[in-house]
C-alpha cells in the first residue's frame, strides 16, 4: 500500500475570518437569555451552546420553517413570484404582526414572502400556506415532516406564523437546523436584507424587524419573534471571510438584550473560528495498476469537498493522508471503493472514498478470444 502524508497549513484554501477585537471563548454566563446557539452553517457544528434542547415557543422563528416549503416551491416552479394569492377571511383574521389583509385581497407572492420576511406578517404567512397546501392544516403538517427529515426532534409545529398556541415548541437548537435549511435557498437573502420597502403600491411601508442589518458589519438575516409565551427571540445570520454563522437566541427578556446576546455569539464565532476548504491532494493518482485484469490499469476518482472548521487558538495544521494500494486485483466494479483520503485538524476528520471510474473485467480465454477477434475485423 502506498501511504503519504501531506501536513501542511494550507494558505491558499484557508480562510481566516477578519475580526476587529478578539473577544476571546463565550461563556453561558455572558448569554442573557435562558437558550442559545452558535452553528457554522456550511459543515453543522456547534460553536456554542446553552440549554440546546431546552423546549420553548419561538414566536415569528416559526416563519423560517414555513418559509423553506415556500422556497422549495419557487425553486421548483411550483411558485412564480408573479402569481396572486388571495387572502381568506382565516389569513385576514391573523392579528398580532400582520399588513391588514382584507378577505379576498390579493397580493403577488413576492409581496407575500416579502411581508413575511420583512414585516413578520402572520397573515402574509397563512396566505402563503393556504395557496401553496390548501389550508393552513395541512401546511402545518407538511412542516413537522420536515422538522422531522431536518432532524429536529425538540419541535412541534401548531400553526405556519408563531401565534402563541399550547404544545407549540422547539428548541435553540432545532431553529439552527432549520435556519441551515432555509439559507441553502439563496433568494431567501433578497429579503432578509430588506431594510424598508412598500407594498400595495407604495400605500403600506414595512420596516425590517432585524436591527442588526443597520448595526452588525456581515448581517445577512434571518428572522426575529416576539410574543408572550417567547419572549424575545431572534435566528441571526451572517458572512464574513467566507464563514457563514447561524446564532439563535430563545426567550430574552427585551430586545435589546435579544441583538446584544445574537451579537456577542457571532462575535465569539468570527473571532474565534475559521474555515478549511478541502481539495483534493494534487498527488493524488488519476490510475492504479490492474492485475489480472482485461485492461492494464483503471481509472481513480475522488470527490473531496466541503470544510472543517478550525479553532483559531490551536496551532494544529491541515493534514491530508492518502491511503491508495500500488495495484489491484481484476473484476474491477464502476464506483467500486479503492483507497481514500483523509483531511483532519486536530479531532476534526472528513473522510472520501477513492473510487475507479470504470469497469474492469477479470481475464479469461472467451473475453481474450473476443477481444482479439473484435481487433482484427477491425484491421
Given amino acids: 500500500m502506498i501511504k503519504k502524508s501531506i501536513s501542511a497549513v494550507i494558505l491558499s484554501v484557508l480562510t481566516v475570518v477578519p475580526t476587529v477585537i478578539p473577544v476571546g471563548a463565550l461563556s453561558r454566563e455572558e448569554i442573557s437569555a435562558p437558550a442559545a446557539v452558535l452553528m457554522e452553517a456550511s459543515t453543522g457544528k456547534i460553536l456554542f451552546e446553552k440549554n440546546p434542547h431546552e423546549k420553548r415557543p419561538c414566536a415569528s422563528i416559526t416563519k423560517v420553517m414555513t418559509l423553506i416549503p415556500v422556497f422549495e416551491a419557487v425553486e421548483s416552479g411550483k411558485l412564480k413570484l408573479s402569481d396572486q394569492i388571495t387572502a381568506s377571511e382565516h389569513a385576514a383574521s391573523m392579528g398580532g404582526s400582520d399588513i391588514w389583509l382584507e378577505p379576498g385581497e390579493t397580493m ?23 395557496h401553496l397546501s390548501g389550508s393552513e392544516e395541512a401546511f402545518v403538517s407538511q412542516m413537522n415532516q420536515k422538522a422531522k427529515q431536518l432532524g429536529m426532534k425538540d419541535t412541534v409545529f401548531k400553526n405556519c406564523n408563531g401565534l402563541d398556541e399550547e404544545g407549540h415548541i422547539t428548541s435553540a437548537y432545532d431553529v439552527a437546523l432549520m435556519s441551515r435549511e432555509l439559507i441553502k435557498h439563496r433568494k431567501v437573502f433578497d429579503y432578509t436584507s430588506i431594510w424598508l420597502d412598500q407594498l400595495r403600491g407604495g400605500k403600506t411601508q414595512i420596516v425590517n424587524t432585524n436591527k442588526l442589518l ?47 446576546d445574537a451579537a456577542a455569539l457571532l462575535n465569539s464565532g468570527f473571532a474565534d473560528y475559521s474555515v478549511v476548504e478541502l481539495k483534493a491532494p494534487k498527488d493524488l493518482p488519476s490510475d492504479v495498476k490492474v492485475n489480472g485484469g482485461m485492461e492494464k490499469s483503471v481509472k481513480l476518482s475522488c470527490k473531496v469537498g466541503g470544510k472543517i472548521v478550525k479553532p483559531n487558538a490551536t496551532t494544529d495544521e491541515l493534514q491530508v493522508d492518502l491511503d491508495v494500494p500500488e495495484e489491484i486485483d481484476a473484476p474491477v466494479k464502476e464506483q467500486q471503493r479503492v483507497g481514500s483520503v483523509t483531511c483532519r485538524i486536530g479531532k476534526e476528520t472528513r473522510r472520501f472514498p477513492v473510487v475507479a471510474s470504470e469497469q474492469v473485467e477479470k481475464i479469461s480465454f472467451p473475453r481474450v478470444f473476443g477481444a482479439l477477434m473484435r481487433s482484427m475485423l477491425t484491421i
Fill in 108 to 130: 403577488s407572492a413576492d409581496d407575500m414572502i416579502k411581508a413575511t420576511v420583512v414585516a413578520s406578517a402572520n397573515d402574509a404567512a397563512v396566505a402563503l400556506a393556504e
Fill in 214 to 260: 443597520k448595526s452588525y458589519n456581515g448581517i445577512t438575516g434571518l428572522k426575529t419573534g416576539t410574543t408572550d409565551d417567547a419572549g424575545c427571540c431572534i435566528s441571526a445570520t451572517a458572512e464574513r471571510g467566507g464563514m457563514s454563522l447561524i446564532a439563535v437566541v430563545l426567550g430574552a427578556d427585551t430586545g435589546k438584550q435579544r441583538f446584544s
